[in-house]
């Protein structure tokens, strides 16, 4: 229970059930109150089934489950405490609304390039603006300009992307000056918000770490690299990490997962 633990192994072979029973040993075992425990996971599906998993083995024992919840969804909580407790404005909301953002991705692909797109070529261009990430000049204290996205790519690099779009670099920057500004954040800025604020915040970052001394992630080959990097924040103080996962079942390449974070 106390330090790093990382547990790989192939498909099927009980992964999860190895963390669900961990937590329900940490709850009834070791005394560990379930409030100071934080459970990740990378799909809302799968933290529901997580939560389904601990009901029924430890309901009955343990009625106040730990929290479990997808990384954007801890995200969330970062930028909301930062909001009411430091922030001197509101946070940006988060844009869920898919047809408004696809709307907003042809609005600025017409304007670069005088024509509308298609259907098809707004929807590659949405998926690739998702993974295509950039370093912008960071203003400590604040969390309007994104910086260090899901692959955290230096700027330079951004133009050499295979996106089959000459101007990408283009459209991504004015992609993301139009979220900022109609004060709209997606879901890769959520977390770039959560990770700027716990670097550049010391109490902000103490807060979760004291809150949460004991940090668990599963699927952890579907993590990408800034959500290591918000993990690695989160658990730096206590080092009490346990990781699950399987670096060859990888299915979320398309989204930034980076595997090979397991194996370094």
Not at 17 to 43: E, S
Not at 136 to 155: A, F, H, K
Request: aromatic fraction near 10%; hydrophobic fraction near 35%; charged fraction near 25%.
């Amino acid at each position: 229970v106390e330090g790093p633990v990382l547990l790989l192994a192939v498909p099927g072979s009980g992964k999860t059930t190895v963390l669900v029973t961990r937590l329900g040993y940490m709850l009834c075992c070791c005394g560990i109150a379930p409030d100071q425990i934080l459970t990740m996971t990378y799909t809302r599906a799968a933290a529901g089934e997580m939560k389904q998993r601990f009901a029924a083995l430890f309901g009955q024992d343990c009625p106040h489950p730990p929290e479990i919840r997808t990384i954007n969804g801890v995200s969330s909580k970062i930028i909301a405490y930062y909001a009411q407790n430091c922030g001197k404005r509101p946070p940006f909301i988060l844009a869920e609304d898919e047809s408004a953002l696809a709307k907003l991705v042809s609005d600025l692909y017409r304007d670069l390039c005088g024509e509308y797109p298609t259907q098809s070529v707004v929807k590659e261009l949405r998926k690739n603006l998702e993974l295509s990430y950039y370093t912008n000049p960071t203003i400590p204290g604040t969390y309007e300009t994104p910086s260090n996205y899901l692959r955290m790519l230096p700027e330079e690099l951004l133009g050499e992307l295979d996106t089959g779009f000459e101007k990408f670099p283009e459209l991504y920057r004015e992609y993301g000056k139009a979220l900022r500004d109609n004060e709209w954040m997606d879901y890769d800025d959520q977390m770039v918000y959560a990770k700027k604020i716990l670097e550049f915040h010391e109490d902000v970052r103490t807060h979760f770490q004291n809150r949460f001394p004991y940090i668990c992630v599963d699927e952890s080959q579907d993590t990408s690299r800034i959500q290591h990097a918000i993990i690695r924040l989160l658990a730096g103080k206590s080092g009490n990490i346990f990781m699950v996962g399987d670096e060859d079942q990888s299915i979320y390449g398309f989204r930034a997962a980076y595997p090979d974070a397991l194996m370094q």
